[in-house]
């Protein structure tokens, strides 16, 4: 009896919970024994217990307007009843705790402080249904929260593109509601410089415009000869950061230096190298023209530029830039060569470092803290600086090594800017970083200590903005990725449940159509897989899968043209095939998949390799994606490469049983831009009982197969059981090319044997 009684109970309690979908995870949520809902109506009142809670209390409002078209009273008498905003003290590692507690006849929330109220109210946003009504039920319930993190940001670049004051409120509601706390505001770059200067009016004047925008991805198709720009006023930033502060968010500025200063330059040529004519750029890159680290004037005029900035930002952070500044001006210049003499410096590396040293001292003597991209860890960190580490994960890691405190931005994660999906139809920078990469992101590395690991403040998703002209394209590549991060730093650790994430997401896509807001549609996504059979007789398995709700998976085989079946279980294909499949959903047909196979006498065997690739660059089909009969037409945007960055590339076929072969093709990526070359030499050696193996030959002799792949083929006329297909890495990156110095990445993802 008492075992049925707990049944039934936890049965009520599931059905009342699939209502709950907060977003992120709260630290503690409890269902009471007896379910009900507590029910808001245009009569219930606001009652605040405690001052400070106005901003609590407006937003609330300025939601229910927004929303559902209603706002309710206000008041600081302590009626019973309503919605009650109060303060209780409590145990938080950071600020931002609160309680909140639905029940009969009244709902209370109650912060450590005013931040923790507010946070409360949004999780309150949550407890609202996902339809307009006029009376909105909330279930009864008990929850107990506060954040992991006490650095949960994002960054909007507004120099690329602009946006208007309207959209970057908009922008702050978002962090708001996902309870982050920080807005980075990248405000100056080649592109355009945003921020009013009294003292330097061309800054915004000259600085503020460009004459024209290539046109569709870098490097473009044309240019569009469209004079675009436009900057915000002094006022409007302090209306900004006003707005953010009643929204308990930082607005961190970044003002960069030295690079990415074309814009700064145009406006004012004698504080570069060369002194001019520059222009504000009209493409996305990295652009030599940066300020001058050997003369004076650029530091008075930096010095001058944050005397005005400071005031408007209350932040404790400054952060100025400092990534990706080209050392070519430095090395010709006579002052920049000057200074390294004068100051016994050891190269253009240390002139960076000297320079945000030296820009570090005027800013601490303001009482603020400077914050750098992670170059400014090359030729020494300044002393007091925090690092925002985004190539990667390492210049992080080496900052808290250093005991420098770090917030992480990594381009593999948290890079908004990059695709989401495969069959992304607008113009993206590249890369692809789906909904349940970001989601499984933790901030606080392996590599560190625990005592390390506490120089990790947070993290940050970053919007760079060549290719997001609009603010729905914002909307679209922030939604749902950054729901899904604010998961990652305000919930803890052993809550972050991707099942539970997803079940909650349904309704988060809901609240997204509820706002008017655009968003990512990629998690419902068609996702094709390819394994081995399992005792790799040469045929493969082709899995398709959906997260799409009530949803049909279609496919066809030999191409488009032929029978249309409902797919129900892994295909086996067993020779050259052409796949083609898509979603339908409620009638309509979606999320197209298209695979080709190629298959030969390697295809859907028995692989390995003797030189792990490089931990993030496995292939997501693995080491076997290599001999799975599909070859890569997609570029580094496909994600079968397997990439090394040094190592050579050692790789074992077994074709199952003695067999004649002829050659043995390999197909690699060729993007020197991205640091990606082509191997040396491709060598293949043969053996019969994979202990005893004979070259049968190299060869360097690339075929170009598309603008950024190719094939190397070497002859191999011999009988084998296996084969060893050997590729010399290109080495060091020679002076001159994008990563000079650094080692170069070697990509293969398919070899087939003839
Ligand atoms: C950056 O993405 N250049 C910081
Ligand atoms: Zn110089």
């Not at 190539?391 to 005991?403: N, S």
Request: net charge neutral; proline share 5%.
């Amino acid at each position: 009896m008492r075992k049925l009684l707990t049944i039934a109970l936890l049965c009520s309690h599931a059905a009342l919970f699939s209502q709950v979908n907060i977003i992120p995870q709260p630290v503690e949520v409890k269902m009471p024994k007896v379910a009900g809902q507590f029910v808001i109506t245009k009569n219930t009142p606001i009652v605040l217990e405690g001052s400070g809670l106005e901003n609590s209390a407006n937003f609330l409002n300025d939601y229910l307007q927004q929303v559902y078209g209603f706002t309710l009273k206000v008041t600081d008498k302590s009626t019973p009843g309503g919605i009650h905003l109060n303060y209780e003290k409590m145990e938080y590692t950071y600020p931002g705790a609160y309680v909140l507690r639905s029940g009969k006849g009244q709902v209370y929330i109650a912060g450590d402080n005013e931040a923790g109220t507010f946070y409360g109210v949004q999780t309150l946003l949550q407890l609202l249904p996902v339809e307009k009504s006029a009376s909105l039920k909330v279930p009864y319930i008990d929850i107990k929260d506060y954040p992991r993190f006490q650095y949960r940001g994002l960054m909007l670049d507004v120099s690329r593109h602009f946006f208007p004051i309207s959209f970057v409120k908009k922008y702050i509601d978002y962090l708001a509601m996902h309870k982050m706390n920080y807005f980075h505001w990248h405000l100056t770059d080649d592109q355009g410089w945003r921020i009013e200067i009294k003292k330097y009016p061309k800054l915004t004047e000259v600085g503020g415009y460009r004459n024209g925008t290539i046109i569709g991805r870098y490097p473009g198709t044309g240019n569009d000869h469209q004079r675009y720009g436009g900057f915000y006023t002094q006022e409007e930033a302090k209306e900004i950061v006003a707005y953010a502060a009643k929204r308990y968010i930082t607005v961190i500025p970044e003002i960069e230096m030295p690079g990415h200063a074309s814009a700064a330059l145009t406006a004012y040529p004698h504080l570069g190298c060369t002194g001019g004519p520059y222009q504000v750029q009209q493409t996305w890159g990295v652009f030599n023209d940066v300020f001058c680290a050997g003369n004076d004037t650029v530091f008075n005029f930096m010095q001058d530029v944050l005397d005005e900035v400071i005031p408007l930002f209350p932040a404790k952070y400054v952060h100025v830039g400092a990534d990706e500044c080209p050392k070519d001006s430095w090395k010709k210049c006579p002052k920049c060569q000057k200074r390294i003499k004068d100051h016994n410096l050891k190269d253009e590396h240390e002139l960076q470092s000297y320079f945000i040293q030296r820009m570090e001292k005027y800013i601490n003597g303001k009482g603020k803290t400077l914050v750098g991209w992670d170059e400014i860890l090359e030729g020494g960190l300044a002393p007091n600086a925090v690092v925002m580490s985004w190539r990667g994960e390492a210049g992080g890691i080496e900052a808290a090594k250093q005991k420098h405190q770090v917030i992480m931005t990594p381009t593999t994660y948290v890079y908004f800017d990059y695709s989401q999906t495969k069959s992304e139809d607008s113009v993206t920078i590249g890369g692809f970083i789906p909904l349940q990469k970001v989601y499984g992101y933790e901030p606080i590395p392996k590599e560190l200590t625990a005592e390390e690991g506490k120089y990790i403040l947070g993290a940050q998703a970053n919007l760079w903005t060549e290719y997001i002209l609009y603010p729905s394209k914002v909307e679209y590549m922030i939604f749902p990725r950054a729901t899904a991060l604010s998961e990652v730093l305000w919930s803890p650790k052993e809550k972050r449940d991707w099942n539970s994430f997803e079940k909650r997401l349904q309704t988060q896509f809901k609240r997204y159509d509820l706002w008017g807001s655009s968003y990512s549609k990629a998690y419902f996504d068609l996702k094709a897989s390819i394994a081995p059979t399992p005792n790799y007789d040469g045929s493969i398995l082709y899995s398709l899968q959906t997260a799409a709700p009530n949803s049909k998976i279609l496919y066809t085989l030999n191409g488009y043209d032929s029978k249309v079946s409902v797919y129900s279980k892994p295909l086996v294909v067993k020779m050259d095939d052409q796949i083609g499949a898509m979603l339908e959903v409620n009638g309509q047909q979606l999320s197209p998949v298209n695979q080709k196979f190629s298959f030969n006498k390697a295809t859907g065997r028995k692989v390995s390799i003797t030189t792990p690739t490089a931990e993030n660059r496995r292939g997501n089909g693995g080491t076997f994606g290599l001999v799975n009969g599909a070859q890569s037409e997609k570029g580094i945007l496909g994600d079968e490469w397997l990439g090394w960055q040094g190592p050579d590339m050692e790789a074992i076929i077994d074709l199952g049983k003695i067999q004649s072969i002829s050659s043995v093709k390999v197909h690699l990526l060729d993007q020197q831009p991205s640091w990606v070359y082509l191997p040396e030499y491709v060598e293949v050696l043969v053996s019969e009982d994979g202990k005893n193996f004979q070259s049968t030959g190299k060869s360097n002799q690339a075929v170009k197969e598309s603008h950024n792949m190719a094939s190397i083929t070497v002859p191999a006329a011999a009988k084998a059981r296996y084969v060893k297909v050997f590729a010399r890495n290109h080495g060091t990156i020679a002076d001159g090319n994008p990563g000079a110095g650094s080692k170069a990445w070697l990509f293969v993802d398919e070899i087939s044997v003839n």
